[in-house]
């Protein structure tokens, strides 16, 4: 019976022991990171929308591991303070690139997924969030780099066919 009981403990020590060490290696940054890498850093933000401008302050940093670019947004609209946060990066299964936001004007994220044009430096994303009845609605957005030192995002809403608002970013020197 000893036997049994020690032949038994053996087995599952072999079967075991070499899974408790075999932990999968964490996933590492590939190219696709390097253009939200782009981002980093402090930007003064001008939105523009129905004729009205606000201003913000966007900090974007690379984070969790490099895989994740999680921005921060402090400001007004329309005569109030907003604040929102997200994180965006780079899904390799779907080979997309994926966000999610979250804002003070809402209790719902929107999820957005979509690609990057390398030759005219545009991220393009689309996906859907609450609308401002609280509904769910189709968002899309494209993100222009212009240079180091200049992103222009447009954000459509529905089925408009121009900009429900556009964000000027300028970075912080």
Request: net charge positive; aromatic share 8%.
């Amino acid at each position: 019976m000893k036997t049994m009981r020690y032949a038994a403990a053996m087995i599952a020590a072999v079967i075991l022991v070499p899974t408790a060490g075999a932990q999968p290696e964490p996933p590492k940054p590939g190219p696709e990171h390097d253009v939200l890498k782009k981002m980093e850093g402090t930007w003064d933000a001008t939105m523009t929308a129905g004729g009205m401008e606000s201003k913000a302050v966007m900090v974007y940093k690379m984070d969790l591991g490099g895989l994740w670019l999680s921005s921060k947004l402090d400001g007004e609209t329309g005569g109030q303070k907003f604040s929102g946060r997200g994180f965006d990066g780079y899904d390799p299964n779907k080979k997309k690139y994926v966000g999610v936001w979250v804002d003070s004007m809402s209790a719902a994220p929107m999820i957005m997924e979509g690609t990057y044009d390398k030759d005219k430096k545009i991220v393009s994303m689309a996906g859907e969030g609450p609308g401002f009845d609280g509904k769910p609605t189709k968002y899309k957005s494209t993100t222009e780099l212009k240079d180091e030192n200049t992103m222009v995002m447009s954000m459509w809403m529905g089925d408009t066919k121009d900009p429900s608002f556009t964000v000027t970013f300028k970075r912080k020197k």
